[in-house]
């Protein structure tokens, strides 16, 4: 029996009853006892209920004289239902990473009109929402070193513009949520200047040492490295916390005033009608001492409580998810009993995604921690994940995905295999949860080569043209000298890589001209997911193990109705699996709109997604 320590009833392995014949807890009890002999109705079924689960995972349900194939066995997990539905339960969520997105005045730099004019194209795809990386004044070109709260991007537009964006989105029936960095400010940033100079109220804005503290590291690290994290400031003779480098020092959290100003900050940009924030970086808010103590501290969980109490006083419909990029068990502790966060990212889910698909990947955690999770069982271990989502949290609260901005892009790291991408589209889009989408993967759109995250952040492939539809000019920031950018001047390797690319298909306007293209595959998962509220809140999921290892079959069920999931997850090789009972007969796959009749047994193509 599995179970968790708190809402210990929200999952079981447990064997079900349906009017097909399935045996019931209780009759397979009662049929126990008989067997048994056992005349004393003293023995409790407590005591029996263990050897009854391991006869389930053994043996499967039994099935009845009548039935037309001996049932197959299954696994299962119940699952508590919301409570308090809101708008990301089961919602997808398209990531944007402005400055790559759509150029409205061929700068070079994607902006709000640009992003404006693509929402009907965003609509179209079928997402619910939108997630914006930073668009606050900052001096690199990633953003995530807040120079100016209140102030929107230069690069970008005005405030004028973004406040249309907000209201052109919502006109839609579309949320916006913006990535929002508590955990560090840009070394320019007014506050860090003040208190580098001593300036009264700012003394401790930060985190300030005499001398450099031995034993501290990465907070995402074991190992000591105390110049990594502790960097001196001549201006105030002192060093200065910075868990990422010295032009990003951490904010002292610990200090009411500087809490109070950010939530100020949040306060804001809700009252703007922004719907939510992306808080960036949530394990590192506030440390208690060195490597372990650096991450994950009590304090930091009660921090972001704190913090989504206020939000919620705001706007109650605000979502929070926070980049916990560490186990499912770790992320979990963000919920804090249903004060905390409203979602976490399931960083495992895209790692057993590509494991199963490219079983040579390396799994890597640049910001964050590697989970312990088994990511080599390919179909169990999709399994597994949902065991453990459910064990850390309810289900909903984790938001899975393939890729993000910190990562290299899932069609590189599949090799550039179409097939593959259609299968982890598959996979994600029928997965429980808020899912993710990182823009251009519904083209695969892949990246010039590895080594520095600008390659993954290059910008979107709307046509075929020379400038791939970013802009009129084809100019690109990627392309243009980087003062801005932190690691310095690659050179102007876009423009050809594009040209490399051009004329195979690999934009928005060449696969929408395309009923079979990866675009379409994921248009069409998407109207799917939208169609099935039990794919995205199920109160009941059935993984049934068939004799095909390559073959995913999942039931989802709830109150709104009930899907089935089957996937053949080689994409070179067709399959044959046994056919669970309930779901032969004749069935049309909402995915393509076709016929199946599905018999004791039944031919999946390679790298077919079907859902029932």
């Known amino acids: 029996m ?22 019931t807890l209780a009759a397979a009890t009662a049929a126990w006892h008989g067997a048994a002999n056992v005349a004393s109705e003293s023995l409790s079924v407590n005591l029996l209920a263990p050897l009854l689960c391991c006869a389930t995972l053994l043996l499967g349900v039994a099935g009845d004289s009548h039935a037309r194939t001996p049932t197959l066995r299954f696994e299962t997990l119940q699952l508590e239902a919301e409570t308090a539905p809101r708008w990301w339960h089961g919602a997808t969520v398209y990531e944007i990473w402005p400055r790559s997105f759509q150029d409205s005045d061929g700068d070079g730099n994607g902006d ?50 973004f406040e249309r964006f907000i209201a052109e989105a919502h006109k839609r029936d579309m949320k916006v949520i913006l990535d929002l960095v508590l955990n560090h400010v840009s070394d320019q940033h007014p506050w860090f200047l003040a208190s580098a100079k001593k300036v009264k109220g700012y003394e401790d804005a930060f985190i300030w040492r005499s001398t450099r503290p031995d034993g501290w590291g990465q907070a995402w690290s074991n190992q000591p490295n105390p110049e990594a994290v502790w960097h001196w400031n001549e201006q105030r ?80 419909d605000a979502l929070l998810v926070g980049e916990a990029w560490a ?99 598959g996979l994600l889009l029928t997965s429980p949860g808020t899912a993710y989408l990182y823009y251009g993967e519904e083209i695969g759109m892949s990246q010039y080569k590895t080594g520095e995250d600008r390659y993954r952040r290059a910008p979107m492939q709307w046509t075929e043209d020379k400038g791939a539809g970013f802009n009129a000019t084809g100019k690109t920031w990627i392309d243009l000298p980087a003062p801005r950018g932190y690691r310095g001047d690659q050179g ?5 890589y594009w040209k490399q690319q051009q004329g195979q298909g690999h934009s928005v306007a060449a696969q929408q001209a395309d009923p079979n293209s990866l675009y379409r595959h994921y248009q069409r998962l998407l109207a799917v997911r939208n169609a099935n509220p039990e794919l995205k809140q199920p109160t009941e999921l059935r993984y049934y193990p068939v004799a095909a290892p390559d073959v995913w079959v999942l039931h989802a069920s709830s109150p709104a109705g009930d899907a089935w999931v089957v996937i053949n997850l080689d994409p070179a090789k067709p399959a044959t699996f046994p056919v669970p009972t309930e779901l032969q007969g004749t069935r049309t796959d909402q995915v393509n709109g076709e016929a199946k009749t599905l018999g004791q047994n039944f031919d999946l193509q390679p790298g077919e997604t079907l859902v029932f």
């Open 327 to 425: 186990s499912l068990e770790t992320g979990g502790r963000y919920r804090n009993g249903g004060r905390g966060l409203d979602s976490v990212f399931d960083f495992d889910f895209g790692n057993i995604v590509i494991a199963i698909l490219n079983p040579d990947s390396e799994r890597r955690a640049d910001f964050g921690t590697v989970s312990d999770t088994d990511v080599s069982r390919k179909r169990d271990s999709l399994w597994a994940n949902l065991k453990q989502r459910a064990d850390a949290a309810p289900m909903g609260y984790f938001a899975p995905f393939l890729t993000n901005h910190d990562q290299n892009r899932i069609m590189h790291t599949l090799g550039g295999d179409a097939a593959k991408a259609r299968l982890a589209a």
């Open 492 to 496: 102007a390797w876009w423009a050809k």
């Open 237 to 316: 003779r002192a060093y200065y916390y910075g868990a990422f480098g010295n032009s990003q020092p951490d904010l002292n959290l610990r200090n009411p005033a500087v809490v109070n100003e950010l939530d100020a900050v949040a306060a804001f940009w809700l009252k703007k009608g922004v719907d939510g924030f992306r808080l960036d970086a949530v394990r590192y808010a506030i440390e208690d001492g060195p490597l372990a103590q650096q991450a994950d501290t009590p304090a930091t969980i009660d921090y972001w409580t704190a913090f989504a109490k206020k939000v919620k006083a705001i706007n109650p």
């Open 112 to 161: 709000f009109n640009g992003m404006t004019a693509k929402l009907d194209d965003l609509k179209a795809l079928g997402v619910d929402a939108i997630w914006l990386t930073p668009v606050f004044e900052a001096p690199s070109y990633h953003g995530y070193d807040f120079q100016d709260f209140y102030a929107v991007e230069r690069d970008y537009g005005t405030m004028a513009d």
């Open 2 to 23: 599995l179970q968790r320590s708190e809402d210990a009833t929200r999952m079981r392995t447990r064997m079900q009853t349906n009017s097909s014949g399935r045996t």
